[in-house]
């Protein structure tokens, strides 16, 4: 399926259909037990992902790309980093925006709109957790070498692992279709992945969180 059209469904997706779900997720208000599972796994992920970068990014300009309700580039600006945080739902912009006490918010420079775009310019680092997850493997290294391109250090990215759960969830979302489901995520084997990513840069396998119902892998990509 072509980058464009994914992307075209995930804003469709989490403009119009999940914005409350995501709205509670990434919030302190009471979940389901799977959902809780769901947090705890993201909140491990985005520790993660920020533990490759130096705990003072003061002069840094990083890109959030996908940054959903902001949770990671208010982590980001809190480190002093100069945040340009891009998401394809206007909604979820919204959230973030509005969350972002003033101090953190003058760092920040949010847009809404497609993370490849290149007038967003150029960075220091790029993190993306969890956006690239609807994209197979060749709208992945278009995407990544985009973003590579752009980016001096390193670019962050998560991946759905080829797992026994995610394959029957991606069947099961192949065989029934529905109008309000969310868009099906495309599992990688990220051994696989490196190898055909090597043309782009350097590539280091961070590993996976697994937490219930949330299974992710971190990887990176040096140019």
Do not use: N
Request: hydrophobic share 45%; aromatic share 6%.
């Amino acid at each position: 399926m072509a980058y464009e059209t994914t992307r075209d469904r995930v804003e469709t997706y989490f403009d119009r259909t999940a914005t409350r779900t995501w709205e509670q997720l990434t919030s302190d208000a009471p979940v389901s037990r799977i959902r809780e599972t769901v947090r705890r796994g993201r909140a491990e992920m985005r520790a993660r992902l920020l533990a490759q970068l130096p705990e003072d990014l003061r002069g840094a300009r990083v890109l959030d790309a996908g940054c959903g309700t902001g949770q990671m580039t208010a982590e980001l600006a809190a480190r002093g980093a100069e945040v340009v945080a891009v998401d394809i739902s206007p909604s979820l912009i919204g959230i973030a925006r509005a969350r972002l006490g003033p101090d953190l918010a003058r760092r920040v420079r949010f847009v809404a709109g497609d993370m490849l775009d290149a007038e967003l310019g150029s960075f220091d680092d790029a993190i993306a957790m969890d956006s690239l997850i609807y994209y197979d493997a060749a709208d992945l290294q278009t995407a990544l070498s985009a973003l590579a391109g752009r980016v001096r250090g390193r670019v962050l990215f998560t991946v759905a692992p080829r797992t026994g759960l995610l394959m029957a969830m991606w069947y099961a979302g192949k065989l029934f279709p529905r109008s309000d489901r969310s868009p099906v995520m495309v599992p990688q084997a990220p051994a696989m992945l490196a190898r055909r990513l090597a043309g782009i840069g350097a590539v280091r396998d961070l590993g996976a969180v697994r937490s219930g119902f949330y299974i992710s892998h971190a990887l990176e990509v040096r140019a």
